[in-house]
Antibody
């Protein structure tokens, strides 16, 4: 069964850099068509797509955040890491990682992690 | 950026009745439209992709329709577990552009 799990700090201070890790199982980012996304959701608000990394290592970022967000991957560990710089209180949200299989329901996210709540506060 | 607008923000329907949620795109997205259900404290669950295709394991009472800029999610004969929040998502220029609607809360009337 495909699973994803987010891990990282629950609290960061303003101006700090957030680092979150998505660890997944039962699929590989070495497999053609596989992608991992990051999405966030502020409390009581809508979902916002942040970034995606695909099977051949290409990375794509939301236009509004591309100067602050970076993705990296470790295919041997089945992990994708999100870093977001210069965190502000408005970045307080639950951060999700989710899988896209481009050769399945392309463009959609069929498996999600449970989410990692992050609060930005001094 | 393509903006997705859902209506209504909150929909009150009685169990056993039909619910219809609308999603409008600021420009055509073809049929590159998905619907998700989210329960409190949980991650979203994919319901519909390609505007009208049910994801694996999704009951037949969930259906999607539309193309271009106007889309609809219909839930026929509402069950108690259907009273949740629903989001549409466009992926017309995937992966360069992925946006969600603001959500529709389905509540018991």
């Amino acid at each position: 069964q495909v699973t994803l799990r987010e891990s990282g700090p629950a609290l960061v201070k303003p101006t700090q850099t957030l680092t979150l890790t998505c660890t997944f199982s039962e699929f590989s980012l070495n497999t053609a068509g596989m992608c991992v996304n990051w999405i966030r959701q502020p409390p009581g608000k809508a979902l916002e797509w942040l970034a995606l990394i695909n099977w051949d290592g290409h990375k794509y970022y939301a236009t509004s955040l591309k100067t602050r967000v970076t993705l990296s991957r470790d295919t041997s560990k089945n992990q994708v890491v999100l870093t977001m710089s210069n965190m502000e209180p408005v970045d307080t949200a639950t951060y999700y990682c989710a899988r896209t299989f481009h050769f399945g329901a392309a463009g959609t996210m069929d498996y999600w992690g449970r989410g990692a709540p992050v609060t930005v506060s001094s | 950026e393509i903006m997705m607008t859902q209506s209504p923000a909150t929909l009150s329907v009685s169990p056993g009745e039909r619910a219809t949620v609308s999603c409008r795109a600021s420009q055509s997205v073809g049929t590159n439209l998905a619907w998700y259900q989210q329960r409190p404290g949980q991650a979203p669950r994919l319901l519909i992709y390609g505007a009208s295709l049910r994801a694996t394991g999704i009951p037949a009472r969930f259906s999607g329709s539309g193309s271009g800029t106007e889309f609809t999610l219909t839930i026929s004969s509402l069950q108690s577990e259907d009273f949740e929040v629903y989001y549409c998502q466009q992926y017309n220029n995937w992966p360069l552009s992925i946006t969600f609607g603001q959500g529709t809360r389905l509540e018991i009337k």
